[in-house]
């Protein structure tokens, strides 16, 4: 009988703090998949900070992908994969075939995006990153929904940690990284977090987490929308809505014994939205202001200056908003009529998620918003509406406003902006061109990305050119803390200058500096007609 592509591999073996992995040499990589950086959070474990694993002796294979979050992505499609289990504490590793503890290579740690509701690591292929880059990458799975985050007073009421498990996962695995990374060939000394959509919340929320403190010396956001301009409900002033899902799973004691004997199944199906709706579920769950993992409001923490300076990369799409427009209209089968297109963004304005739009706009400057931003200006309604929305909040707090405030605090930061319209997209069509959406940088990073849906979509030369460009920005930010080499051959990337208001466009056919960024999408307007603006 032949023998499988696996069992030909090359085998490679590294000592870890549990015990020895044993991973396989492919494509010039060493890769070990399925690594237990925590106990499974299960029966006694759900909703308690994560445990260390159990240790082994012998050689354990890390040779498959582990076990994503339980989660459903019928109603929030495009990042996840259905899961039914919560043994999900798992992380991969890739380092360049022949690393080994003499390398003392950048490690790069992803966080894989989701709306911090769905979503996984086994999608992201980090080949370029790793062979071009010539880095260490670790990704990893953590808790989501409402198994990651949940508030509910029984559990609050016991002795530790409540909250934001999720982010504590992550915070074991960026342990397990410094205890572990060297003997696989990186720095523990020079570790960068990244992630995009909810990955680059996340990397928001190490930044600003006491906790998080020494075990990442950059940090790059992609898409990580308004999340550090917001005012970040406490932990305890969210509990009805635990109470509610429980009720809803059907609980009845709501002792904490009862709560985590709730099955699985019971626990999603509360949570899943009817109809046609899309979201990411009837209870709203997301990061909460704990008192230890987040001590405060993240806008708080931020203007202050109470975080961790490092250098960061941070930017935005120039559409971010037309992928969930364009996902609103899978889900619901609908477009916007144009005759309707006031009374619908005015609506959007009023309920889209604070995470993303960060503001509450004056009911009084609605019209303002209308005429800045016409139909007649834009393909169609859906692309106007996508258009205000994104850069409401996305782009002018979570891009512009956001980098004004590391500067204030003298923090080196990179501000780009990823436009690459023309180009094809894994996401199923709809009634109007997704252009530079939220999500369409991922393809670039990661050859072949389609997140659980959706189709690989191949480069064509000036894509793979675009890919080569990225690649190397973000492996020279995490070797150097600047992404310009030091003999650079690409555009020379400025530090952001509040007074030049400049970005680098990310682009096809070539890369290029610009200023004045906020101007292109409408920053003063948005100020004025806000009613919660940050101080400048």
């Known amino acids: 009988m032949a023998r499988s592509y696996w069992e030909l591999a090359p085998v490679t073996t590294v000592a870890t703090c549990s015990g020895p992995l044993r991973g396989l040499v492919i494509d010039g990589m060493n890769r070990f998949l399925g690594i237990p950086y925590a106990a499974p959070p299960v029966g006694p474990l759900r909703w308690h900070p994560p445990q260390p694993p159990a240790g082994w002796r012998l050689p354990r294979d890390a040779y498959a992908y582990g076990s994503v979050c339980a989660q459903n992505n019928k109603a929030f499609p495009g990042f996840g994969r259905s899961s039914n289990t919560e043994d999900c504490l798992y992380l991969n590793l890739y380092a360049p075939e022949g690393a080994d503890a003499n390398s003392r290579l950048p490690v ?158 019971d626990l999603m199906a509360a949570n899943l939205l009817r109809d046609r709706t899309f979201g990411t579920g009837r209870f709203e769950v997301g990061q909460t202001v704990d008192g230890t993992v987040i001590p405060e409001p993240m806008v708080d923490l931020f203007t202050a200056g109470r975080f961790t300076h490092v250098p960061v990369i941070n930017g935005t799409n120039r559409r971010e908003y037309n992928w969930f427009q364009g996902m609103i209209e899978l889900r619901t089968g609908e477009q916007i009529p144009p005759d309707a297109y006031a009374s619908v963004l005015a609506d959007a304005l009023r309920n889209t998620p604070t995470n993303l739009l960060g503001r509450n706009i004056s009911p009084d400057r609605m019209g303002d918003v209308v005429r800045a931003y016409p139909v007649a200006d834009f393909p169609s309604a859906s692309e106007a509406l996508a258009a205000a929305i994104g850069d409401c909040g996305f782009i002018s707090l979570g891009n512009r406003k956001a980098n004004e405030v590391l500067r204030r605090h003298i923090v080196d ?42 189709h690989p979509v191949p480069h064509e030369p000036a894509d793979a050119k675009l890919a080569r460009e990225m690649v190397s920005y973000w492996t020279t930010f995490a070797r150097r803390g600047t992404p310009n080499a030091e003999s650079p051959s690409l555009p020379i990337w400025h530090s952001y200058d509040p007074a030049r208001d400049n970005a680098m466009v990310l682009s096809i056919p070539e890369c290029y500096e610009i200023e004045r960024f906020g101007e292109r999408h409408n920053f003063d307007l948005w100020e004025s007609v806000s009613s919660n603006s940050i101080p400048a």
């Open 413 to 454: 930061v990179f501000s780009y902006e990823f436009d690459a319209p023309d180009s094809d997209v894994p996401w199923p069509a709809v009634s109007f061109r997704y252009g530079s959406a939220h999500t369409k940088d991922l393809q670039y990073l990661f050859p072949g990305f389609r997140g659980g849906g959706g």
């Open 108 to 265: 790069m740690v992803w966080i894989p995006g989701g709306g911090l509701f769905i979503g996984g690591s086994n999608d992201y292929d980090p080949l370029a990153l790793v062979k071009q880059g010539h880095v260490v990458f670790v990704s990893f799975n953590y808790r989501i929904n409402v198994f990651g985050f949940f508030s509910h007073p029984a559990i609050n009421a016991e002795d530790h940690e409540i909250g934001n498990y999720g982010l504590m996962d992550q915070q074991a695995a960026l342990r397990w990284v410094r205890d572990n990374i060297a003997g696989f060939g990186g720095d523990p000394g020079n570790v960068t977090i990244f992630g995009e959509s909810a990955g680059g919340v996340s990397v928001w929320c190490h930044l600003a987490s006491p906790i998080s403190r020494g075990l990442f010396h950059r940090a790059i956001i992609q898409s990580g929308a308004a999340a550090p301009l917001v005012r970040t409900p406490s932990t305890r002033d969210v509990e009805e809505v635990g109470l509610e899902l429980l009720t809803e799973a059907g609980a009845s004691s709501h002792t904490s014994e009862e709560l985590r004997a709730v099955p699985t199944s």
